[in-house]
């Protein structure tokens, strides 16, 4: 099994940036569909992306489309997230998660569709 480790979380200003890392272990994430989810307190875990191991196009929740870029790089078994222009609402805990099965579309924002997941990293968004 894949074991994944986010970092670089933090607090930052509304219109500020930062770049999240998911270090795996163990296995390679060519062989994985990954994603980012993240979830306040209180509240649900949401999607917020993903990158299909088969598919060049990744998948954003609306509500960071334009501003979130979600990257990989398999010879540094790492995925990113890159969260520009970043809001309030985007506090919360941010988990990167794995799963080997090949995700459908209709699949990729539903947390039970992954098996493997990180600790989280926080992300405060404050003025």
């Known amino acids: 099994q894949v074991q994944l480790e986010e970092s670089g979380g933090g607090s930052v200003q509304p219109g500020g940036s930062l770049r999240l890392s998911c270090a795996a272990s163990g296995r390679s994430i060519a062989n994985y569909d990954m994603g980012w989810f993240r979830q306040a307190p209180g509240q649900e875990r949401q999607f917020v992306a993903t990158?299909?191991?088969?598919?060049?196009?990744?998948n954003y929740a609306d509500s960071v489309k334009g501003r979130f870029t979600i990257s990989r790089d398999n010879a540094k078994n790492t995925v990113y997230l890159q969260m520009n222009d970043l809001k309030p609402d985007d506090t919360a805990v941010y988990y990167c998660?794995?799963?080997?099965?090949?995700?459908?579309?209709?699949?990729?924002?539903?947390?039970?569709?992954?098996?493997?997941w990180g600790q989280g990293t926080q992300v405060t968004v404050s003025s």
């Open positions: 990158t299909r191991r088969n598919r060049n196009v990744p």
């Open positions: 998660a794995a799963t080997a099965s090949n995700l459908i579309l209709s699949s990729v924002a539903r947390p039970d569709q992954y098996n493997q």
